[in-house]
C-alpha cells in the first residue's frame, strides 16, 4: 500500500516522529520529487493510478506488512500536529477514496484478528473435545438403564 500525503509546513521534527511511529508496523516514508516517481511507477500498470496524486509536496508511505496499523499510525500524527493531509492511498494498484482509509484504520490489528481466530478455534476443539466424551457416558448411562430395567 502507498499513502501519499501532502507535507507541506512539516518540520525536519515533526517528520522523523512520522517515521519513528510508522517503524513499529513496517512503514517507510519517503520525500521524493513527483518526476522522479512518475519515473518509477512509469510502465507498472499497479502503480499507474498513483499519477493522479502527483502534484504538490508529497511524501510517501509505503507500507508492506501491517496496512492498518500504519494508517492509524498516519492517522494519529495528523491528528496530534494538524498539519499534514491525506491525498490519497493505493492498495493492490486500486486507489481508495477517504472512507475507504479511515474504514482500514478501524480493522483491528494483525494480532488481535489472530487471537480472535485461535480463541473460536479452540472453542471448537473444547465444544468437539466434550461431545466425544459425552459419548461413553451416555452409553454407560443408558447401559445401567437397561440393566436396571432388566433387573425389574
Known sequence: M?????????TIKEMSDLRS???????ICKVTKNSLMRK??????????????????NAFVLIKEDVGGAVKA???????TKKSETKGAL??????SDSEIK???????????????AGALNGVATKIAISINEVPSGLA????????????
Open 2 to 10: 502507498a499513502v501519499v500525503l501532502d507535507y507541506k509546513g512539516l
Open 21 to 27: 511511529r510508522l517503524q513499529t508496523t513496517n512503514g
Open 40 to 57: 518509477a511507477i512509469d510502465g507498472d500498470s499497479n502503480w499507474n493510478d498513483l499519477e493522479s496524486l502527483l502534484t504538490g509536496t
Open 74 to 80: 498516519i492517522q494519529s500524527f495528523q491528528k496530534d
Open 91 to 96: 492498495f493492490e494498484g486500486r486507489l481508495l
Open 103 to 117: 474504514e482500514i484504520a478501524s480493522l483491528p490489528s494483525k494480532e488481535v484478528l489472530m487471537a480472535k481466530i
Open 141 to 152: 448411562r443408558s447401559l445401567q438403564q437397561h440393566s436396571e430395567k432388566s433387573e425389574s
